[in-house]
């Protein structure tokens, strides 16, 4: 069989680059659309740099994405580059539309006007749900976001399908509930916390400052998660699913469980509530109804949330060894 080639919008973040390994695994030739950055940011994929293609574009400049189509001539196009932060989507509203709602588009024309039969995957959210309609959320939940990222997302999705129903294009949408690893950016809370534990652990810092400790999150593994990226585009029809772990936990769960990692049970000493990070406006409650995925794509997740926070904190703490060597 012809080797098949995949292009990844966001590369360099935390699923493209668990998304690159498994596809390099699976034999694809993997091309990565990378911005330009005054010093490089490939910390995630220099393990693998050497085996995938990085083409310059940026999700602002429609030339740019239309030659990483020409260039890559791909049979897959994962849409996963976007300002993906909540909570500077409320600093910067209408750079989070530019990268997240019309970037997309911008990556649909581009596959339409050159290679318009390839699969096309766009990276949805669970924060479309927001104020949430039904509890668990499933595909047929109503969104209603809460920040213009959620808002964002919720455009990429619909000109997903639009272009799906306009021109017949293999789209799908993923709506992934929050997955998290060892390379999750370190202003995500789980990252915020592990990162601060670890430090706290080897007296490298005395407390970590925290928003709200309320707020429910279905966390699964970002390893997990890509893994049904790709079982979407095997599919012989474009559908849209819900990835998520089925379970929740609260913000002061994820503390309780990364300092009872290395052994502090009283965590209150070590956490400070600061108001100036609650957001404007709050998702307080989401948990995914991955039924359909377990289903169709026969996917489910292998990581439980004990083992993910067990795993992001040993991980802290050896980057932190290894950085004060
Ligand atoms: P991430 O770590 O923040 O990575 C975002 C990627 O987008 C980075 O590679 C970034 O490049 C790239 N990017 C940002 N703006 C760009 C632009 N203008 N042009 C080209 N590339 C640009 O995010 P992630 O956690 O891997 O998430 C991947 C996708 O899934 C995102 O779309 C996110 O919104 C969505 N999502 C994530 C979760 C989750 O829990 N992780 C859940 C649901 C949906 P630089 O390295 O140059 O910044
Ligand atoms: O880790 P977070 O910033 O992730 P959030 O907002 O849920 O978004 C992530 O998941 C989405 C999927 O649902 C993705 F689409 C999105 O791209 C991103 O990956 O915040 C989680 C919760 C929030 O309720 C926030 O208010 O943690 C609360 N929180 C409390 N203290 C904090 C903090 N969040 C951050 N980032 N920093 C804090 O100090």
């Known amino acids: 069989m012809a080797q098949k080639s995949a292009l990844v919008t966001g590369i360099t973040g935390q699923d493209g ?24 940011n490939y910390e995630r994929i220099k393990h693998i740099e050497d085996k995938i293609e990085l083409i310059p574009g940026d999700l602002l400049d429609q030339q740019s994405l239309t030659a990483a189509v020409e260039m890559s001539n791909p049979d897959e ?22 990268f997240t709602a019309l970037g997309v588009t911008r990556m649909l024309e581009a596959l339409r006007q050159v290679k318009s039969k390839a699969k ?3 990276a949805s959210s669970s924060e479309m749900f927001g ?12 969104f209603h976001p809460r920040s213009p990222y959620g808002v964002a997302k919720v455009y990429g999705h619909w000109i997903s399908i639009n272009y799906r129903e306009s021109y017949n294009m293999f789209t799908v949408s993923g709506i992934l509930f929050n997955h998290e690893s060892p390379r999750r950016g370190l202003e995500f809370v789980t990252r ?11 007296r490298e810092a005395n407390f970590i400052e925290l928003g709200n400790l309320e707020a429910k999150r279905d966390w699964g593994f970002a390893g997990d998660y890509v893994e049904a990226m790709w079982l979407m ?40 509530v ?13 948990i995914g109804d991955s039924t359909k995925a377990r289903k169709v794509l026969e996917w489910k997740p292998k990581v439980t949330f004990q083992e993910l926070v067990k795993m992001m904190v040993k991980s802290d703490i050896e980057l932190l060894q290894k950085n004060s060597k």
């Open 120 to 122: 096309f995957y766009q």
């Open 274 to 286: 600061k108001k100036e990070l609650f957001r404007p406006a709050e998702v307080d409650f989401l």
């Open 17 to 40: 680059s668990y998304l690159a390994e498994l596809l390099l695994a699976k034999n694809y030739k993997v091309y990565g659309l990378t911005r330009r950055t005054s010093t490089p």
């Open 233 to 272: 585009l095997q599919q012989d029809k474009p559908d849209d699913y819900v990835i998520a772990t089925g379970e929740n936990h609260s913000v002061e769960e994820f503390v309780r469980e990364a300092f009872e990692a290395v052994g502090i049970s009283d965590w209150t000493k070590y956490v400070k």
């Open 77 to 98: 196009v994962y849409n996963l580059a976007a300002q993906s932060f909540v909570a500077t989507s409320w600093s910067q509203p209408v750079l989070t539309g530019e």
């Open 192 to 202: 915020k916390i592990s990162h601060g534990v670890a430090k706290i652990h080897l």
């Open 131 to 142: 104020m949430v309609k039904e509890t668990p959320q499933s595909e047929k939940t109503p």
